[in-house]
């Protein structure tokens, strides 16, 4: 029963991070041999930011995941609300290793008093990025707590604000989810780092900021079905470059993240989670995610 119950605390949205899904048995976190696992993820995010001049925003949109968005370039004073839709496939090649494929769209409406004293206000709908990646583990959890490492590449990314231009293969993170269970609760530890290469975007050549990404969380059984998590998220940002100057500081942020999980039976399974920061950038997530597992 705890064994079923513990895969609604560390999950995968086909990337990086298994802070979802994490089951009492390592067994369970990884897709078997052959299984075939689909998620389906929604989030809506909303920011206010004043004085932003950067290109691009990397958004974290749950379980670690990040997506790379091109941003306004001057502003005084700008209120966003996104919407970012997530869907994804894994696939066990063993019982220790699964890879996954994952695509990202994004809709947003941003509203924004430039320093001249103009308010705009502006929406899009488009497709973001596609990414694949392994999981792969290197430990139980017996006399040492459970290893799983993983890595991916976003092999396509759009970097234009209205349409699309794609560059490819210019972002890969990689990390590692530990955990121990400790009946009825998990403790776990994720970690994360995403390289953002050069890019041109919009006849400029723009170097986004790379990150690095700290999660400790906890999880608790309430019963066989629902499961409660706390953690929190750290953040850190480095400098993003346009033409070889940077534009902004080196950032740092920290998010309280909380979450419950329902798995009606062991073939569907349900995350929520909201997001809010505790020092940085103002902005708050709400998300939703279902996985399916198909044998």
């Not at 999950?11 to 899904?21: E, P, R």
């Not at 994360?192 to 986004?208: F, H, K, L, M, T």
């Amino acid at each position: 029963m705890l064994t079923r119950f513990f895969t609604l605390i560390l999950g995968i949205s086909a990337n990086i991070s298994l802070a979802d899904d994490l089951p009492l048995s390592i067994e369970e976190l990884l897709t078997s041999k052959n299984e075939v696992r689909l998620s389906l993820s929604l989030d809506y995010i909303t920011s206010d930011n004043n004085r932003v001049f950067s290109r691009t925003r990397n958004l974290n949109i749950g379980n670690n995941q990040s997506i790379t968005v091109v941003s306004v370039v001057d502003s005084i004073d700008r209120n966003q609300d996104l919407g970012i839709f997530t869907l994804g496939v894994r696939y066990g090649i063993s019982s220790a290793t699964e890879v996954y494929l994952r695509g990202a769209g994004l809709a947003s409406h941003t509203r924004q008093q430039r320093e001249d004293g103009a308010r705009l206000s502006r929406s899009s709908q488009q497709w973001e990025d596609v990414a694949i990646g392994i999981n792969h583990r290197l430990s139980e959890d017996n006399k040492t707590p459970a290893l799983i490492m993983f890595a991916d590449l976003t092999v396509a990314e759009n970097t234009s604000r209205d349409g699309y231009d794609f560059v490819y293969g210019k972002t890969a993170a990689f990390g590692f989810t530990t955990y121990r269970s400790i009946d009825p609760i998990v403790l776990a530890l994720n970690a994360s780092y995403r390289y953002s290469a050069e890019r041109q975007i919009q006849g400029d050549d723009v170097d986004p900021s790379d990150q690095f990404l700290i999660n400790p969380n906890i999880g608790f059984a309430v019963n066989n079905q629902i499961s409660l998590t706390a953690g929190v998220q750290l953040r850190i940002s480095t400098k993003e470059q346009v033409n070889g100057v940077s534009n902004e500081n080196f950032a740092t942020r920290t998010d309280l993240e909380l979450g419950v999980g329902y798995a009606p039976n062991n073939k569907i399974r349900f995350n929520f989670d909201v997001r809010t920061n505790i020092s940085g950038p103002s902005n708050a997530r709400v998300g939703m995610n279902v996985t399916y597992r198909w044998q």
